[in-house]
């Protein structure tokens, strides 16, 4: 596995949507990728949290009950990208509106623009960085 590589988590409640993600993400960037459930973010300590260039994160029906989640990442500094599948939030979720949203089902060419917006850029190794 190269280190160098963006390390992108996708907290997806569903497994086939999650899996179309990494398909569409994985054709369109070189990255390393993580498919979790959106609750088991709140088991990764700082060190785990700081390996994150992008997290896209689902967002329920009901935004509420994830704020809490939201905010620890945010003060842990993780990039977001939104995903959902309702129309209440597809155009930002309450108390975050700066934070992207994805709509499902995916267009991977939209979905590849918002990562690369989205995505924390990654240190090179010195060997890959022009000396000249």
Known sequence: MKPFLPHIVIAEHEFLIALDAEFLIKAALDCRISLIRPEQLDQ???????????????????????KARIERLISARVPLLFTTVGDIDARGVEGFEIIPVARKPYDGEAIAALINTRLRPRPQPLESIDQN
Do not use: K
Not at 47 to 65: E, F, G, K, N
């Open 44 to 66: 990764w300590d700082e060190a785990a949290l700081s390996d994150i260039d992008l997290c896209l994160l689902d967002v329920p029906l009901d935004a509420t009950h994830i």
